[in-house]
């Protein structure tokens, strides 16, 4: 039996065990120290989103601050083998995140996706679900919820990627409106400093 037959095989598994559910919302913090190698870059970012996989809905916002390089391209990637750590390839479509802002240090993202499109993913990760949506749906559905998706910010001083970070589960009131993205800008020092004291809980 092939990859990708197992890959599909699998992915019919989370959909008959994801029926009936809803939308969920999931929240990370971007650094360059969860890069891998990590990277001593001293920007910030954030990036939301919401997911409904059943009424084909992918919502994603970011914003970011103080990087080195100037922005290439943004992708969410799934899923990498170890929750939090690992890399994977790109899931969403190429080369980059439409309408996301290239050749700045710093910006706001928002976008909504139809994820029953093809269009909306990346022609790599379709296949290896069988192109089918309805199965790449329910493999980063899974990706979300095990923290192996994540989300990653190219600049022309680190190619492979300047900062990201995992997507964890998020409380509603936790996600920030769309227009609420751009005052996050004014706040980054503070999303640094949560990040760090994650990052501390997570050695202890």
Aim: overall charge neutral.
């Amino acid at each position: 039996m092939n990859q990708r037959i197992r890959n599909c095989m699998a992915a019919a598994g989370l959909m008959l065990s994801a029926m009936g559910a809803g939308a969920a919302n999931y929240s990370a913090i971007l650094t360059g120290q969860q890069e891998q190698p990590p990277n001593t870059s001293p920007a910030i970012g954030a990036s939301t989103i919401r997911f409904d996989p059943v009424a084909h809905i992918l919502e994603i916002n970011a914003t970011f601050s103080g990087l080195v390089g100037e922005t290439s391209a943004a992708h969410i990637h799934c899923c990498t083998p170890t929750p939090g750590e690992g890399i994977a390839g790109v899931m969403t479509e190429l080369p980059t995140l439409s309408g996301f802002p290239l050749g700045v240090r710093s910006g706001v993202y928002t976008r909504t996706y139809d994820t029953s499109l093809a269009s909306s993913w990346n022609p790599g990760f379709l296949s290896s679900w069988g192109n089918s949506t309805a199965f790449a749906e329910a493999a980063f559905e899974n990706g979300l919820n095990s923290g192996t998706a994540y989300f990653n910010i190219h600049t022309s001083y680190a190619p492979a990627g300047e900062i990201r970070g995992f997507y964890d589960a998020a409380p509603a009131a936790a996600i920030p409106e769309p227009e609420s993205m751009a005052m996050l800008g004014i706040g980054l020092p503070v999303l640094l400093m949560l990040a760090r004291r994650r990052q501390r809980k997570a050695i202890k």
